[in-house]
């Protein structure tokens, strides 16, 4: 076993806080240096977390924690900050800084060019920090300040080109929805507060209140589960709070890779499993986290087959991702709870090369719409290979890494809800269409006379390969959704699931889960095929005359974005216009009434006070005249 060190893990977030105040510092005109510093940093705090992983690969190794940071006491109450380190959160350290580092490599070329390239790469390393410092935290205070930190950059990275209208209303939107979210977590945290024993929010003292719960209601502890789940259903795009995440593609595509492989969207997967013990005292919240996360992998699935912007398909695709590893930790078992976490690895590397593999595509044909594309393959030989490898993994072909992890969940899902196993399969189906309709439309066939009409389209026909700088990352993405797999295959190796949870895992192979998902994927693309393919067939042509008002509905997302629109945003504009008027003639009407009565007081006043003795002596006359009549007036008041 080799040396531990998880007692430097505060160096993993502080490299890329360091690049990001450096960048800061420097401003726009460290351009040729953004790339260079955010590159660095990323590279240091992968070589920290690959060293902490390593050195935790042993059997029972013990949880790593240090709290001595005391940041508010009040009374006997004091809040504290720190990190701790456990295998769940090692492995994340080693997802996020490697694909923070190959995001900073594939920017440099991505980003070429751009004025605000070194603003770009400190934002980066401000996201990285962010998440880092999310997954170490030892409490759940302190999560949430990285929780909101994380909201905050997308916000800024998914607004990063703030001159496109589309641009700053996704930033908007993405900020407002996952708010939504937070609500419920905050809620949570203030009931754990109110509920824990001694106010403890470590996740240490969860884990032991929780395991033998004797102290806190079912319905509360239901409760509490059910609001920090909502959190997760912001952050992690799940319905009906998903809306946000396919706007996001506003941002750069580097972006897009960050935000859908190992940040903001894991975020959310990852406080269910760090909280995993609280769900597990509710079987209901259980169901509730199972139902949405199934709903959502189908629901989602449908919507990607009929989208023609390549980053959204891509999107569709991560928030029916998300659904399975929800779906996994809802069933309920320590064996679903490995599967879901399994997934969340695997995606991270296939969805981050798919992305960047489609700004690969963006970068030659100055398009994302894919009906604008075609014949791709032949000049972009690299990006084409990579990415098949990436929509294969994600379709769960085997032996690819996504074959074992999504057959990890099926396998799952069959034996405790077989609704849930149906559901899934058809997911599966259809992410497997799409994959195969967006890899035909861009890469194989001819090029298509729409593409003439586009601006920029000339760049098209001389499109070539991108430069190393984004091919490389490519090379090793793909690589590692070939190989991921390999470290937890049921019934061969589960290793990976026996040192999530230092539990003996002996799930068997299951044949028919096996047949199943493969026969669904295979189906999926056999389909795509058909329909996209170069040669489509007779029979392909035929299916693709669908039902237009189908077609329409799936299109438009169910027109979710509309039902808002009209049933909640319109009625809350309708109460801000409301409260405007009541802020700007009520209140603000009452100020300036009062206001203009001191005025006109003053006024008086500086006339009356104008320097002269008559008009003194006439205003003393004045007022004893009127004492008297006062006087007058009360003896007579009192005689009669």
Request: overall charge neutral; glycine content about 10%.
């Amino acid at each position: 076993m080799g040396t531990d060190y998880s007692q430097y893990a505060w160096l993993v977030p502080l490299f890329p806080l360091l690049a990001f105040l450096v960048l800061t510092a420097l401003g726009r005109q460290a351009k040729d240096s953004g790339p260079i510093v955010g590159i660095i940093a990323a590279f240091a705090s992968f070589v920290v977390a690959l060293l902490i992983f390593i050195g935790r690969l042993g059997e029972h190794m013990e949880n790593y924690t240090w709290s001595d940071l005391h940041w508010v006491k009040i009374g006997d109450i004091s809040l504290k900050m720190g990190f701790e380190v456990t295998n769940l959160n090692a492995l994340m350290l080693v997802i996020v800084t490697l694909v923070s580092l190959l995001v900073n490599i594939y920017s440099r070329g991505y980003m070429h060019g751009d004025e605000r390239i070194s603003v770009f790469f400190g934002y980066v390393a401000l996201f990285t920090f962010s998440m880092l410092g999310l997954v170490l935290s030892p409490n759940l205070l302190q999560l949430y300040i990285f929780w909101e930190l994380v909201g905050v950059c997308s916000f800024l990275l998914v607004g990063f080109w703030y001159f496109k209208p589309e641009a700053k209303a996704a930033a908007k939107k993405a900020f407002i929805v996952t708010r939504i979210g937070d609500v419920g977590l905050f809620i949570a945290i203030l009931l754990l507060f109110w509920y824990m024993p001694n106010h403890e929010l470590d996740f240490s003292s969860i884990h032991n209140v929780f395991q033998n719960n004797t102290t806190i209601a079912a319905g509360t502890v239901t409760l509490i589960a059910i609001l920090i789940f909502v959190g997760a259903v912001g952050k992690s795009g799940q319905f009906p709070l998903h809306t946000w995440l396919p706007d996001a593609m506003e941002g750069p595509t580097p972006i897009s890779a960050l935000i859908h492989a190992a940040t903001m969207v894991a975020a959310g997967v990852y406080l269910v499993a760090r909280t995993f013990d609280i769900f597990l005292a509710s079987e209901d919240a259980l169901l509730v986290v199972a139902i949405i996360g199934g709903f959502t992998a189908i629901f989602a699935a449908t919507i990607g087959t009929a989208q023609n912007d390549i980053k959204r398909v891509l999107a569709y695709s991560t928030v029916s991702q998300l659904g399975y590893m929800m779906m996994a930790l809802g069933i309920g078992t320590w064996a679903s709870y490995s599967a879901g976490l399994f997934h969340l690895m695997t995606h991270a590397f296939f969805k981050a090369l798919l992305f960047l593999g489609a700004g690969s595509v963006i970068h030659a044909a100055h398009t994302q719409d894919i009906r604008e594309m075609g014949g791709l393959g032949r000049k972009m030989k690299i990006t084409a290979w990579t990415f098949g490898i990436g929509a294969l993994a994600l379709s769960g072909i085997f032996p690819l890494s996504g074959f074992w992890s999504k057959d990890a969940i099926l396998a799952q899902a069959w034996e405790h809800n077989q609704i849930l196993f149906w559901v899934a399969l058809v997911a599966a189906f259809f992410t497997a269409f799409y994959m195969s309709r967006l890899f035909f439309l861009v890469f194989a066939g001819k090029r298509r006379p729409a593409l003439d009409k586009h601006e920029g389209a000339q760049a098209h026909g001389e499109a070539h390969e991108s430069p190393a700088s984004m091919t490389l990352p490519l090379i090793i993405l793909a690589v590692l959704a070939v190989i991921a797999g390999l470290a937890m295959m049921p019934g061969v190796n589960p290793w990976l699931g026996e040192w999530l949870t230092d539990k003996h895992d002996e799930e068997k192979l299951n044949i028919a889960v096996v047949l199943l998902s493969n026969a669904a994927g295979l189906l999926g693309i056999a389909l795509g095929w058909m329909m996209y393919g170069s040669r489509a067939t007779a029979a392909g042509r035929a299916i693709h005359v669908r039902p237009q008002w189908l077609h329409t509905l799936v299109y438009n997302k169910y027109y979710i974005d509309e039902l808002y629109g009209r049933f909640i945003v319109a009625p809350l504009k309708g109460v801000g216009y409301l409260l405007q008027w009541i802020d700007d003639y009520v209140i603000d009407g009452l100020v300036r009434l009062v206001a203009a009565g001191v005025v006109g007081v003053n006024r008086i006043a500086t006339r009356l006070q104008n320097g002269q003795l008559q008009t003194y002596g006439l205003i003393t006359l004045l007022g004893f005249v009127i004492f008297a009549l006062v006087l007058a007036g009360r003896r007579f008041l009192h005689v009669g």
